[in-house]
C-alpha cells in the first residue's frame, strides 16, 4: 500500500492457521504485493482450476501484507456459500459485524466499511458470479478497502485486475535442472516424508519429477500422489497416473481440459478406495461446511476406521476444530458419482435432512437453558448444513423434519438477530403448505410473523391477530411456540391499544397448561406476555408482579436469554412507578445477561435505559456515560435507528444538565436525517425546549453547528 492510508502497525487478522508447509510461489507473492500496492488495482482476482492452490497462495499473500491495511486483512470463505445472496453476511460474519434492526443489511455493510482500510480475501467466487455485482458496490461504497478474490474463472467485471495461477514450477523434462530445485518435487518430497519416512528425494528423483510433470505442478494432485505412497512405490504412483491421462481426458465433455489431469488423479484414488469406502465418500459429499464424526455416521454409514483411512487418503482434512472438511473439488466430484444413482442420492439427502432436523430438536433444550451459548455455536458451525436440510425438507414437504427443526430455528435466528433470514426460511416454507390442509400452517404463519415483527414490520402480525384467536390457538404451544405468540402482546404496547379479543385468556389458558404439565419455559412465557399486556395498559403493580415471575422461571431454567425480555420490560415498568433504584438494578441483570449471551442489541437496550433511568434520578454524569457506551454499541452494530434514539436521550440529558448549546448541536445534526412525521417533530420540540431562553445568536450559531455536523 502506499499514500496516506500506509501504516506499519501490524492489524487484527482472521487468517486460518496452516497445518502444512508453504512451498514456492515466491514470484508470484511478489506480483500480487506489487498489484496491491498500485492504487489503481482494487479487485485483484487469483483464478485458475480446482486444486490449483489459489486459497493457500492468497492466504499466504494476505500475511505478508498484515501491516500495511489499518483496520485489518479477513478471509472471507464462500465455498459452503449456496447462493449470492449470503455472500454479504459471509463478509460480515468474517469482520465480526453483527447485523441489527431493520435497515437493509448490505446498506448496515456498505456503511461499515466505509472508512476501513481493510484486505478482505474473498475465497471461492466462481459459483456466485452473479454476486459480483456486490463486490463492484462494495468497492465503490468503501473507498479504501481492497479484494483479493480467488475464483475458477474471471468475474467479468471492468475493475478486476487478473492474476492467472499455474501449477508450481515443475521439471520441463530431460535435461533440466536438478529435481530439487523445482518447487512442485519440492511439495512432493515433503509430503511424501509425512506419510512416509523413508521416502527419499535423491532415489526417487526420476518418479518424483514425472509425477510432478503429470499434474502439472497441481498442489492437490501432487499432495493426493504423495498420499498413495503409504501402500505403493513412487515409480507404481507414476505409471497408474500415466496410464488413465488419456482415458479420462473424453470421460467428461463438459470439463474444461486445465481440469483433466487433476480427474485422472481423483479417478486413480477412487479405484484404489474399497467399495465400501467409496461409498461412504461419495454419501459425504452432501455436506456443506463440513461436518462432524457424528454425522458422517449418522448421514453416511462412516465409522471412525473409515473416517482415518479417507484422512489418510487426502480426501478427507480434519480442521483445528476437529470437523473434517473436504475439498470442494472433491467434494463435486464425489457428488457426481452420488448423482449417478438418482434413488442413491435421493435417500442420502433424506438422511441428511432428517439428522439436521433432529440435530436441531435435540439442541431446543438447550437453547432454552443453562448450555445455550454453547447450543448457539454449535447451530452456527452447522448452519450450511441446516439451510440445506431446511430446503430440502421444505422443498419435499416433510412435515415432521420441519416441526423438529422450527424450534430450534427460531431461537437460533432470534438471538443472532437474522431477522431476514429467519422470515425468508419461514416464507418459503408457509408457500409450500398453504392450501394443502396442514396441520403445521398456523404454527408456520406465526413464525413468520415473529420474524417480521422483530424486523419492526408488524404487517403479518396484525393480519394473524385480526383473523382471531383461534387461529392463534391453531398454531399450538409446543417447540418454542410460547415464545412466537408472546409477539401478539407487542401490538398492545406499539399501538397503545387494547389486546385483541380472547388475547389474554389465550395467554391464561396456556399458562395453566404449562403449569400442569411442569414446563418452566413455557410458563415463563405465557407470565412474559401476560405482564407485556398489563403494562400496555398500564395496570403497572400487575405487570411488574407477572414480569418478576416471568423472570424468575427462565432463571429457575436456566435460560439467561430468555430471562431478557422480562427483565426489559420489567425495567420500564418499575421505572413508570417511580422505584428508579429497583430499574437501575434490573436493567444491570439484563446488560450482564445480554453480554453472556452475546446479546449485542440486548446489550444496547440495557445500556440505553439504564441512562434513561439514571437521569431520572439526576445522575447525569453517570447516565451520559451509559449513553454514550449504547450509542458505541449501536455504531458497532451499525444499528443507524437505534444511534438516534441514543443521541436524542443524550441530548436531553444535556438539557436536564443545562448545557443548552450541546443539546442544540446534537438535535440540529439528527434533523438532518429526520423524514418529515412524528419522529421528526419530537427532535423539533426537544430542539425548541433546549433553545427556550438562550440568545438568538447563540442557538443560531449552535443549529449551524449541528447541521454543519450532520
Given amino acids: 500500500m502506499s499514500g496516506e492510508h500506509k501504516t506499519t502497525a501490524v492489524s487484527g487478522h482472521n487468517l486460518p492457521a496452516q497445518a502444512t508447509s508453504f512451498v514456492g510461489r515466491q514470484e ?7 498489484l496491491l500496492a498500485d492504487p489503481r488495482c482494487r479487485l485483484l482476482v487469483l483464478v485458475g482450476p480446482g486444486g490449483i492452490g489459489k486459497t493457500r497462495l492468497a492466504i499466504e499473500a494476505a500475511a505478508a501484507l498484515l501491516g500495511d491495511f489499518a483496520d485489518g486483512v479477513y478471509f472471507v470463505p464462500l465455498q459452503s456459500v449456496a447462493a449470492p445472496e449470503f455472500i454479504g453476511p459471509a463478509v460480515a460474519q468474517a469482520i465480526g459485524f453483527s447485523f441489527y434492526g431493520s435497515d437493509d443489511p448490505r446498506e448496515q455493510l456498505f456503511d461499515y466499511l466505509r472508512d476501513r482500510q481493510m484486505l478482505l480475501v474473498v475465497d471461492n467466487v466462481e459459483h456466485l458470479l452473479p454476486g459480483g455485482e456486490l463486490l463492484v458496490e462494495l468497492l465503490a461504497r468503501a473507498p479504501h478497502v481492497k479484494l483479493l478474490v480467488t475464483s ?38 515433503e509430503r511424501a516424508r509425512q506419510v512416509n519416512a523413508s521416502f527419499s528425494l535423491e532415489r526417487e528423483a526420476g518418479c518424483a519429477s514425472a509425477i510432478s510433470r503429470l499434474v502439472e505442478g497441481m498442489p492437490l494432485a501432487i499432495e493426493l500422489a504423495a498420499a498413495w505412497l503409504r501402500a505403493l512405490p513412487c515409480a507404481e504412483v507414476a505409471r497408474e497416473i500415466q496410464g488413465s491421462l488419456d482415458f479420462l481426458t473424453t470421460t467428461l465433455r463438459n470439463v474444461p481440459e486445465r481440469h483433466r489431469n487433476v480427474r485422472a488423479v481423483f479417478e486413480q484414488t477412487w479405484n484404489r478406495l474399497p467399495a465400501a469406502e467409496q461409498e461412504v465418500f461419495r454419501r459425504l459429499s452432501v455436506f456443506r461446511g463440513g461436518l462432524t464424526r457424528e ?90 448444513n441446516v439451510r440445506g436440510a431446511w430446503r430440502w425438507a421444505v422443498d419435499e414437504g416433510l412435515e415432521d423434519q420441519i416441526r423438529d427443526s422450527m424450534g430450534g430455528l427460531h431461537i437460533f435466528y432470534q438471538a443472532r438477530s437474522l431477522f431476514r433470514e429467519g422470515a425468508r426460511a419461514f416464507d418459503v416454507a408457509v408457500e409450500r403448505f398453504q392450501g394443502r390442509g396442514s396441520e403445521l400452517l398456523p404454527a408456520l404463519r406465526l413464525l413468520q410473523a415473529w420474524f417480521y415483527a422483530s424486523a419492526m414490520d408488524q404487517n403479518k402480525l396484525r393480519a394473524l391477530v385480526d383473523e382471531g384467536v383461534a387461529g392463534l390457538r391453531a398454531a399450538g404451544t409446543g417447540g418454542t411456540l410460547a415464545m412466537a405468540l408472546a409477539a401478539a402482546s407487542w401490538l398492545g404496547i406499539e399501538e397503545a391499544a387494547p389486546p385483541a379479543p380472547g388475547l389474554p385468556e389465550l395467554y391464561e389458558d396456556n399458562l395453566a397448561a404449562f403449569r400442569r404439565a411442569g414446563d418452566l419455559w413455557g410458563e415463563a412465557w405465557s407470565l412474559y406476555s401476560l405482564g407485556s399486556l398489563a403494562w400496555a395498559a398500564h395496570r403497572d403493580e400487575e405487570a411488574r408482579d407477572l414480569l418478576q415471575a416471568s423472570r424468575d422461571r427462565f432463571l429457575t431454567r436456566g435460560d439467561r436469554w430468555g430471562s431478557t425480555y422480562a427483565l426489559h ?39 440505553h435505559h439504564l441512562g434513561l433511568v439514571l437521569g431520572l434520578r439526576e445522575e447525569h454524569g453517570l447516565s451520559m456515560r451509559y449513553l454514550a457506551d449504547a450509542l458505541r454499541v449501536a455504531l458497532e452494530l451499525n444499528d443507524d435507528e437505534g444511534a438516534v434514539w441514543h443521541l436524542y436521550e443524550m441530548a436531553l440529558a444535556l438539557t436536564r444538565m443545562g448545557r443548552h448549546a450541546q443539546a442544540i448541536e446534537i438535535l440540529a445534526q439528527l434533523l438532518q436525517v429526520m423524514e418529515p412525521g412524528y419522529e421528526r417533530d419530537t427532535i423539533e420540540s426537544a430542539l425548541a425546549e433546549a433553545a427556550a431562553g438562550l440568545p438568538a445568536d447563540v442557538v443560531a450559531g449552535a443549529r449551524s453547528r449541528g447541521e454543519t455536523a450532520g
Fill in 152 to 189: 475458477r474463472e474471471v468475474l467479468g467485471l471492468r475493475e478486476e485486475w487478473v492474476r492467472p495461477v499455474r501449477g508450481l514450477a515443475f521439471p520441463p523434462g530431460e535435461g533440466a535442472a536438478p529435481a530439487g530445485s523445482y518447487s512442485a518435487v519440492q511439495l512432493f518430497a
Fill in 28 to 34: 508470484e507473492l511478489g506480483e500480487i504485493a506489487g
Fill in 295 to 384: 454425522a458422517a455416521g449418522a448421514v453416511a454409514g462412516a465409522d471412525l476406521p473409515t473416517l482415518q483411512s479417507l484422512v489418510d487418503r487426502a480426501l478427507l482434512s480434519v480442521s483445528p476444530a476437529g470437523r473434517y472438511e473436504i475439498h470442494e473439488l472433491l467434494r463435486q466430484f464425489a457428488a457426481e458419482r452420488l448423482a449417478a444413482e438418482p434413488e442413491v442420492w435421493a435417500a442420502v439427502h433424506q438422511r441428511h435432512c432428517s439428522y439436521y432436523a433432529g440435530f436441531l430438536a435435540r439442541r431446543e433444550a438447550s437453547l432454552k437453558g443453562d448450555d445455550q451459548v454453547l447450543a448457539l455455536t454449535e447451530v452456527a458451525d452447522e448452519l450450511d
Fill in 569 to 607: 420490560n420489567l425495567g420500564l415498568v418499575l421505572s413508570r412507578l417511580g422505584d428508579y433504584r429497583g430499574a437501575v438494578a434490573v436493567f444491570q441483570q439484563s446488560l450482564r445477561a445480554c453480554q453472556q449471551v452475546g446479546d449485542r442489541g440486548g446489550e444496547a437496550f440495557s445500556l
